[in-house]
């Protein structure tokens, strides 16, 4: 889920055939709703990761090797939000590194 999509960033969204929803997102009321109708969201540290949190929504954070510190060290888990899964970077700008887990999850 991602309101603003960058220029650059379009052509491969719309290669993908994923839903593209950002036109209907007016405000946090409207993510919300969007949120609530999906089975999991996957995300990085943006407000919507913390909105679907705080309603409760499984929610999977991507998180670069040294994270902001609310999301502690060395932890799949968040005391703040008990349905979320933390997925961190293990070296820094490791990104492909925690695509692949999220990828194994889900095929989990």
């Known amino acids: 889920m991602q ?7 379009e052509p491969i969204l719309q290669a993908t055939g994923l839903l593209d929803a950002s036109g209907e ?10 949120i609530a109708a999906l089975d ?14 705080a309603l409760g929504k499984p929610t999977w954070l991507m998180l670069p090797f040294a994270p902001d510190f609310r999301w502690l060290l060395k932890r799949e888990d968040s005391p ?5 899964r933390l997925f961190c970077q293990q070296r820094p700008g490791d990104w492909h590194g925690v695509i692949a887990r999220v990828s194994a999850a889900l095929g989990a």
């Open 40 to 53: 999991l969201v996957i995300a990085v540290d943006t407000s919507v990761a913390h909105l679907a949190g």
């Open 80 to 84: 703040w939000y008990p349905n979320m």
């Open 3 to 9: 309101k603003e999509v960058r220029e650059a960033d």
């Open 25 to 34: 997102l007016g405000d946090f009321a409207d993510t919300a709703a969007l």
